[in-house]
């Protein structure tokens, strides 16, 4: 995981002020647009793993959240990121609420995936932290 990963992945998740998240994930991919890599939300989904089974769910979270967060940027084409942020503005409760909801569900049927994903890419049988 790369140190911009890293940095990204530590900005704090607080569910009831998910705006502050958004305006620091904002800021940060505004600056930051070299953490658009490939592998960039495997790594993040891998780091996920290694936390929640290093008992660090809160952290565990974040890693899922921002992987996701940049997983639906890449989506949304050249302009993604001001897209997605401007859809959470105009729209927040409904896309606050998309967007959240969707952090559990994707861990749990996202994350033995990513890791299989990074053991072809990188063609190492097993990660540490």
Request: aromatic share 14%.
């Amino acid at each position: 995981m790369t140190l911009s990963l890293t940095e990204f992945s530590k900005i704090p998740l607080n569910k009831y002020r998910l705006t502050e998240n958004y305006e620091a994930s904002y800021k940060f991919l505004q600056h930051d647009r070299g953490i658009f890599t490939e592998g960039a939300v495997d790594a993040l989904l891998l780091e996920a793993f290694h936390a929640e089974t290093n008992g660090k769910k809160q952290y565990a979270e974040q890693c899922v959240h921002q992987g996701l967060m940049i997983q639906y940027c890449e989506k949304l084409g050249r302009d993604g990121i001001g897209m997605f942020f401007k859809k959470l503005v105009h729209f927040p409760h409904f896309m606050s609420a998309v967007f959240a909801d969707s952090v559990p569900f994707y861990a749990m049927s996202s994350l033995p995936s990513s890791k299989d994903n990074l053991r072809k890419q990188t063609g190492y049988r097993r990660f540490r932290k």
